[in-house]
């Protein structure tokens, strides 16, 4: 009976082995993403003049937990990209309304404002990759949402170019993408731009816009880039 229970325990921490061993590349990856290895901090503005509200926003952006250099890079990149979207669009502000004055500011109900949001969306194999959305309204008739992707070298904190990203060779990961590029025109070819799919073959590899998330690439074109504002952002995903 002993000898059977023995053998009975020994399959069953083999097998919980086997499944720690097999489990898929999205899980670990995944949880490196959580409170362990980021957190985030918060820059928040409400501007009033004269009983008027001129400026409104929360830009929260990641600051990595590790103690390394290049994590300290990486923390000092986004806090200085940041600072200066604020001071930006802040200085806009106040500016217009010494200008202009409260009347710009009454007559449309309106004001400037902004809502910028960095998320860490992958944390391995060398590699953090960032999803950066940056919506900006400067009195305009209507804001812009800029979605880009932003990655990093874990071991230099350096800017990782798309052709080392994965395990696709530029001309590989630029083929992928123009092949689903092209399935999304052809299945609504009307909200795009009639030289969208040739614009975006002339096109480095280098400059498309990328992030990473569990096993997936994440290639964005933004309002304009392809298709017109109301036609809305484009993005695309590719497993690697």
């Known amino acids: 009976m002993k000898k059977l229970l023995s053998i009975v325990l020994s399959l069953t921490i083999l097998f919980s082995m086997a499944a720690v061993l097999s489990a898929p590349a999205t899980v670990s990856a995944a949880s490196k993403t959580g409170k362990k290895y980021v957190t ?4 928040t503005k409400n501007i009033k003049k004269d009983g008027i509200t001129i400026l409104k926003g929360t830009a929260k952006y ?9 994590a300290k890079k990486v923390n000092s990149y986004f806090k200085k990209t940041v600072t200066k979207i604020v001071k930006n669009i802040t200085k806009a502000a106040k500016d217009d309304y010494a200008g202009n004055g409260k009347e ?3 007559r449309f109900n309106t004001w400037y404002s902004f809502d910028v949001n960095i998320k860490l969306t992958y944390n391995a194999k060398g590699k953090y990759s960032f999803k950066m ?3 900006e309204y400067w009195m305009g008739a209507h804001g812009y949402t800029a979605i880009t992707g932003h990655n990093f070298s874990k071991s230099t904190g350096k800017r990782v170019s798309n052709s080392k990203l994965t395990q696709y060779s530029g001309a590989e990961l630029k083929e992928k993408i ?18 969208a799919l040739e614009s975006v073959k002339q096109l480095s590899v280098n400059k498309f816009n ?3 998330k569990g096993q997936k690439i994440h290639v964005m074109f933004n309002q304009y880039d392809i298709a017109s504002y109301a036609a809305g952002p484009t993005e695309l995903t590719i497993k690697f």
């Open 133 to 135: 959305v940056d919506y």
């Open 40 to 43: 985030y901090k918060k820059i």
């Open 210 to 212: 990328i992030w990473l």
């Open 104 to 106: 710009n500011f009454t």
């Open 62 to 70: 990641p600051k990595l937990t590790a103690k390394s250099k290049a």
């Open 178 to 195: 123009v092949s689903a590029l092209e399935k999304e025109i052809n299945k609504e070819p009307k909200k795009y731009n009639s030289n």
